[in-house]
């Protein structure tokens, strides 16, 4: 029979809903202070609905928008939890979203606003925040990628 939607779920029900590993939901308790699961005796969690909530938006910007950790904790930072737990039920309605392979249109969007800037002319619409937000996401994995670049060069 199963639980009821506003029950708690063990770390291992909640692994298996999000099909990750659990060792993955305890790093992410260190990485995501918003992720607060009560403890009983012995340690054991027990994640109410709110923290699945959370983990399903962690779990979906992480794999499917290909957010890093600091992607995710910078998103959690400035546009709040509440986000993060909605941001994987536009995909479940059909709602479109960026994926990595409309980085280059939105490249080109931020270029050619920059080059009308430039020329004086309307800057036009812009990039939504959407569009903000995920070249911030890349910017960062960039940097890190830089990061790893240089240390490897030695």
């Known amino acids: 029979m199963p639980k009821a939607p506003e029950a708690f779920r063990t770390i291992s ?6 099909d990750v590993p659990k060792h993955v939901l305890r790093f992410w308790e260190g990485k995501f202070s918003q992720l607060r699961p ?3 005796g012995g340690g054991r969690r027990y ?6 909530e959370l983990l399903r938006g962690i779990r979906y910007l992480l794999y499917e928008d290909r957010y890093t950790i600091k992607g995710v904790q910078r998103i959690l930072r400035e ?4 986000h993060v737990m909605d941001c994987w039920h536009e995909t479940a309605s059909g ?3 960026a994926t990595v392979k409309d980085i280059p249109d939105i490249a080109a969007d931020a270029a050619l606003g920059a080059a009308q800037k430039d020329a004086g002319a309307a800057a036009g619409e812009g990039l939504s925040p959407k569009q903000v937000n995920r070249l911030k996401g890349l910017l960062a994995e960039l940097a890190e990628c830089k990061k790893l670049l240089e240390t490897a060069k030695g």
């Open 95 to 97: 709602s479109e979203r």
């Open 79 to 82: 546009q709040g939890v509440r």
């Open 38 to 40: 009560l403890k009983r």
């Open 47 to 52: 994640y109410r609905p709110e923290d699945v």
């Open 13 to 18: 029900e909640v692994a298996v809903e999000l």
